[in-house]
């Protein structure tokens, strides 16, 4: 199976701080990378995937980027209702998809 | 809008057998991949299952094979997971999601899950 590191593991910042979350895969998996924002007791909910292709009322200020085994995932200006457990996931070739460990992002 | 609601959460004891539903509305349910996801307490996601639109291809993550089951009903939009010989590493909350991915040729992609549901608890536990 394919393994999926996210870094850091916590990351503690201010509103309007610009954040990146880095996620590496243990193999090339080409774009099959999608993001999810799950707050405590809720539902994850898919920001990104297939890399960068920003899900449908997600706002712009979150982005993703990369392709074979490293991915960013980067918000632009940290709001209140960002912070949250940030996890990636692959989704490359047959399953399962594993996700990564996880990226709790707290307010510093 | 659409929605997808679990249900058939709770205590089980070492050994026994669960059974998971999930009713989903707002979408045409028989055309899309659906697959489970779960989250021990504390801990991060794990993938489960999931199946193609008509239940023909399934797959499943190393730890369930053999005691889990995935399947679906399209007549009343409704995915099962059918549990046998649970574990307490098995204590997690289930989250069913619908799965973009598609199907061509005989073969299936699954990918990524755009909707999930709020989840259902399981704890196995003597």
């Known amino acids: 199976d394919i393994q999926m590191t996210q870094s850091p593991s916590s990351l503690s910042a201010s509103v309007g701080d610009r954040v990146t979350i880095t996620c590496r895969a243990s193999?090339?998996?080409?774009?099959?990378l999608n993001w999810y924002q799950q707050k405590p007791g809720k539902a994850p909910k898919l920001l990104i995937y297939?890399?960068?292709s920003l899900q449908s009322g997600v706002p712009s200020r979150f982005s993703g980027s990369g392709s074979g085994t490293d991915f960013t995932l980067t918000i632009s200006s940290l709001q209140p209702e960002d912070f949250a457990t940030y996890y990636c996931?692959?989704?490359?070739?047959?399953?399962?998809?594993?996700f990564g460990q996880g990226t709790k992002l707290e307010i510093k | 809008e659409v929605r997808l609601v679990e249900s058939g959460g709770g205590l089980v004891q070492p050994g026994g057998s669960l059974r998971l539903s999930c009713a989903a509305s707002?979408?045409?349910?028989?055309?899309?991949?659906m697959g489970w996801v779960r989250q021990a307490p504390g801990k991060g996601l794990e993938w489960v299952a999931n199946?193609?639109?008509?239940?023909?291809?399934?797959y499943y993550v190393d730890s369930v094979k053999g005691r889990f089951t995935i399947s679906r009903d399209n007549a009343k939009n409704s995915l099962y997971l059918q549990m046998n010989s649970l574990r307490a590493e098995d204590t997690a909350v289930f989250y069913c999601?619908?799965?973009?991915?598609?199907?061509?040729?005989?073969?299936?992609?699954?990918?990524?899950?755009?909707?999930w549901g709020q989840g259902t608890l399981v704890t196995v536990s003597s």
């Open positions: 193999q090339s998996i080409s774009n099959y």
């Open positions: 996931q692959q989704s490359y070739s047959a399953p399962p998809h594993t």
């Open positions: 999601a619908r799965d973009r991915g598609y199907c061509s040729g005989g073969t299936c992609y699954p990918s990524y899950f755009d909707y």
């Open positions: 707002g979408f045409t349910f028989s055309n899309y991949l």
């Open positions: 297939a890399a960068s």
């Open positions: 199946l193609n639109q008509d239940g023909s291809q399934k």
